[in-house]
């Protein structure tokens, strides 16, 4: 019985690495152009009266290092700015107002291809992090909402790596990335007569990514 624990914490301690390593190891470093539909307008109770547009498309420029530590598994780190999404609302007082959302994200990755296959290799993604929103909310005269806050981040993605010469990486993503809703105060100005005490924001998106990239 002894000797079959030796074998099996021998073998974790060991075996599992040196399997995990045995691959030749890589680090890519990959630029992520795309879109992002915002799937959550912002909301502030009292003050919202009716939205003309929803799912706005955004722009999302992201980078991505990974490191390959197996021809399976890939892990290291994600930043990427989703650009404005506007939706025009108008208030209970009638005001055209501007509403706009920036975040930025950081997040550590992990990726696993599923196969590989002639015309490339499909791919699983999940990520962990944090993001920073700005929410703006502009009646073209006074801003109500002008604040950024930070709070949790994480992401689920499928993708497809294209094969071409190396070391050169193509490949396309679509993403969920989920981001937490925050909570933003109204502005205190002469120009603001309210009993709302604050908004809400969660600007979780569907994102489609196009991968370029360098492998070394």
């Given at each position: 019985?002894?000797?079959?624990?030796v074998?099996?914490?021998?073998?974790?301690?060991?075996?599992?690495?040196?399997?995990l390593?045995?691959?030749?190891?890589?680090?890519?470093?990959?630029?992520?152009?795309?879109?992002?539909?915002?799937?959550?307008?912002?909301?502030?109770?009292g003050?919202?009266?009716?939205?003309?547009?929803?799912?706005?498309?955004?722009?999302?420029?992201?980078?991505?290092?990974?490191?390959?530590?197996?021809?399976?598994?890939?892990?290291?780190?994600?930043?990427?700015?989703?650009?404005?999404?506007?939706?025009?609302?108008?208030?209970?007082?009638?005001?055209p107002?501007?509403?706009?959302?920036?975040?930025?994200?950081?997040?550590?990755?992990?990726?696993?291809?599923?196969?590989?296959?002639?015309?490339?290799?499909?791919?699983?993604?999940?990520?962990?992090?944090?993001?920073?929103?700005?929410?703006?909310?502009?009646?073209?005269?006074?801003?109500?909402?002008?604040?950024?806050?930070?709070?949790?981040?994480?992401?689920?993605?499928?993708?497809?790596?294209?094969?071409?010469?190396?070391?050169?990486?193509?490949?396309?993503?679509?993403?969920?990335?989920?981001?937490?809703?925050?909570?933003?105060?109204?502005?205190?100005?002469?120009?603001?007569?309210?009993?709302?005490?604050?908004?809400?924001?969660?600007?979780?998106?569907?994102?489609?990514l196009?991968?370029?990239?360098?492998?070394?």
């Amino acid at each position: 019985m002894k000797s079959i624990r030796v074998f099996v914490f021998g073998w974790l301690f060991c075996g599992a690495p040196s399997l995990l390593l045995a691959g030749q190891s890589h680090h890519e470093l990959i630029f992520e152009p795309g879109a992002g539909i915002q799937l959550a307008d912002p909301h502030i109770p009292g003050l919202d009266k009716n939205v003309d547009s929803i799912y706005d498309v955004s722009s999302f420029v992201g980078a991505q290092y990974l490191w390959d530590p197996s021809r399976n598994l890939g892990v290291g780190m994600d930043i990427n700015f989703l650009g404005d999404s506007s939706a025009t609302r108008r208030l209970i007082s009638g005001a055209p107002t501007a509403w706009q959302t920036k975040s930025l994200v950081v997040m550590a990755v992990l990726r696993y291809y599923a196969a590989s296959t002639s015309l490339g290799k499909p791919y699983l993604l999940a990520g962990l992090g944090a993001h920073r929103t700005t929410l703006l909310v502009d009646d073209n005269l006074t801003p109500i909402i002008d604040s950024s806050r930070w709070g949790l981040a994480c992401a689920l993605g499928v993708g497809w790596e294209i094969p071409v010469p190396d070391p050169f990486l193509l490949g396309a993503e679509a993403r969920w990335q989920v981001l937490s809703q925050t909570h933003y105060p109204i502005l205190n100005s002469p120009g603001v007569t309210t009993t709302a005490t604050g908004g809400r924001a969660q600007p979780s998106s569907i994102d489609l990514l196009l991968r370029m990239g360098i492998r070394f």
